[in-house]
């Protein structure tokens, strides 16, 4: 079974969904058709019910919008897509509030020094934002590049977590 749930945040509604206790959906907005969507491809003929806090994943973020910023680190995630992006949001959960990094430095972390774009890529295709902080994802100049959720929540995450923005 798989469990739904919307959530308030300071940054919008966000739709969460978990599988077998691990998340596997952050969605920005309050529209569960495009989640429910996204885990039909993925998990074909499973049950959808909406819980409170599915994973625990409402609660730590809860946690974290109050300002607990490592809250998120305990969420089990599941991670639905190629192996290639695997590695990438494996590589970027791996850095943490307060700090960012690069596309070419993610590129390097997974041996891939070449493969920016794709990084780029993945990094824009990743299931379960915030919790796999692809916000914390930036130009090698510095610069705040595309965001999913928009460059207004990726400047606002960086902020709440203490990153100072030129």
């Known amino acids: ?24 959906v952050l969605h920005f907005g309050a529209k569960e058709a495009p989640v429910r969507a996204a885990l039909q491809r993925w998990y074909p003929g499973e049950s959808v019910e909406r819980r409170r806090d599915p994973a625990g994943a409402a609660t730590a973020l809860a946690k974290y919008f109050s300002g607990q910023l490592d809250a998120l680190e305990g969420i089990e ?50 299931p379960v934002a915030v919790v796999v902080p692809c916000h914390r994802i930036i130009g090698s100049n510095g ?19 203490g990153r100072r923005l030129f």
């Open 77 to 126: 995630v599941e991670l639905n897509g190629t192996a290639f992006q695997r590695r990438v949001w494996q590589a970027i959960r791996s850095v943490r509030a307060g700090h960012t990094a690069s596309y070419s430095k993610i590129a390097a972390t997974i041996g891939a020094p070449a493969a920016v774009r794709a990084v780029g890529a993945a990094n824009g295709a990743n």
């Open 1 to 24: 079974m798989i469990e739904i749930a919307i959530i308030h945040t300071p940054i919008d509604s966000l739709t969460l969904a978990a599988k077998d206790g691990h998340l596997c």
């Open 143 to 161: 610069t705040l590049t595309g965001y999913g959720g928009g460059l207004r929540r990726k400047e606002w995450l960086l902020r709440h977590e």
